[in-house]
């Protein structure tokens, strides 16, 4: 056994993307123990620093010890009593996931579908908003990764509240990276992912609860069935003031990542960083399109920070990404389900979108499309 050197690569698929050399170091700092004042200093200016990522004054606003499935996992086990009605919008695999989790927490699923690569289609919504007057909660994913297509997360939510339901939003991979406005927007439960659009590695769900989610969460008949993810206990640990209880060992270094990771937003300035993912989005399309190469999603509803795009007639799928990948140390994403072998999914999330990330890609698939 030797130790593990894992190979330098430039990440462009659907996540993990590129970290930032800056968050590496800080994760490399000395670990110290969770419940250091140092460490307690740290844990609340990560925590001030995700209310401006998530532009929301939400008190309960924190990091999940865990991959952004897991910061899913909270907003339905924490909101979703058994009985409780909820329209999950579902245009790609994690939309699926939610109802998968609205089932498990004994839950009722009222599916609205839309193709993959199309967004939520509004109308239907309110439709299936009409035909169940009792639902309690509108579940959607604002950015689906499997596809490429951004929905209107604002409409969404104002639809909800005019039919008096909290909403549950998925932004693992719009935070940081497409324009996002938990309060302006009504947004009342969300989780996103530190490996998306962070420049941060995975292992953390940033989420944000509204007032009026918490009021839900207080007002359960039943107690919340994971203790892990129940969010009264894990406040005591993440709450307000030095008089913290222990629930589980944060993990330390991740969290000095993330910490980096949001100071580094902060110089940038969150709009500015919506501005870079689509400023590079702009450049690798003139580029892509330039090569006769075609997106999947139709234009307005593109995320710039993952680009689906159709594999060239006559391209080897599987052969052209582990070129990719052995010559030019480059990572590009496969399809998913239905689209497996049909699309590659080029990311631009967070410190991988820039210039230079936008060159090699280009350059390198031209080439290897070339033989
Ligand atoms: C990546 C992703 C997830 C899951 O996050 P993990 O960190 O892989 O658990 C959920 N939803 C969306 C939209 C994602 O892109």
Redesign the pocket.
Known sequence: MQSFNPPIRTLMG??PSDVHPRVLQAMARPTIGHLDPYFIEMMDQTKQALKYAFKTQNELTMPVSA????G?ETCFANLVEPGDKVIVCINGV?GNRMKENVIRFGGEAIVVEDKWGEAITIEKVEQALKENPDTKILAF?H???STGAQSDAKALCALADQYGCLNIV?A??SLAGTELRVDDWGIDAIYS?T??CMSAP?GL?PISFSKRAIQKLSNRKIPVTSWFLDLNLVMGYWGKGTKRAYHHTAPVNTLYGLHESLVMLMEEGIENSWARHKQQHETLKLSLEAMGIKFLVKERDRLPQLNTVWIPEGADDALVRSTLLNEYNLEIGAGLGDLAGKVWRIGLMGHSARNENVLLATAALKEVLSR
């Open positions: 659907p996540g991959p952004g499935s897991a899913m994690f994913v950015a689906e990764t998925d693992v991979t992912g490996q998306k995975p769900s």
